[in-house]
């Protein structure tokens, strides 16, 4: 399984929460989205242990199964057909979340979340 990663598994999997750091361990390859990434960043920033979280996040991107996951023109296709299916179905998201999902639904990936807001969108397979 190929797995993405929201910003709440991520820090599950760096407070080694045993189910998050199992689904990252049996995952063939694991993704954080470029909008994770950025909501993790300045989530250090406003704390009082960015430069310890910024180190361990940048051990965690050097592994060798890991990737950071960047959009391009496909990525806006689906961020405006999961939007669009949202808005018709009276259920909004929070915008960084659509993002996340276009990547996901993208790349045919699995994501590693706790947010329930995602059974909106039937297409983004979560663990």
Excluded at 48 to 75: A, C, H, I, M, Y
Excluded at 82 to 89: E, K, S, V
Aim: hydrophobic share 40%; proline share 6%; glycine share 6%.
């Amino acid at each position: 399984m190929r797995l993405a990663l929201d910003v709440n598994c991520y820090r599950d999997v760096a407070a080694n929460e045993p189910r998050a750091r199992e689904a990252v361990e049996r995952a063939e390859r694991v993704y954080l989205p470029f909008v994770v990434l950025a909501e993790l960043r300045a989530g250090f920033l406003a704390g009082s242990r960015g430069r310890e979280n910024e180190r361990n996040l940048n051990r965690f991107l050097k592994q060798p199964r890991v990737r950071v996951l960047l959009p391009d023109e496909q990525t806006t296709m689906h961020y405006a057909t999961l939007q669009h299916q949202l808005r018709g179905q009276g259920t909004p998201i929070p915008t960084n979340d659509i993002w996340i999902a276009a990547l996901v639904v993208q790349h045919g990936l699995h994501l590693c979340t706790r947010d329930r807001h995602f059974g909106h969108l039937p297409q983004v397979p979560r663990v």
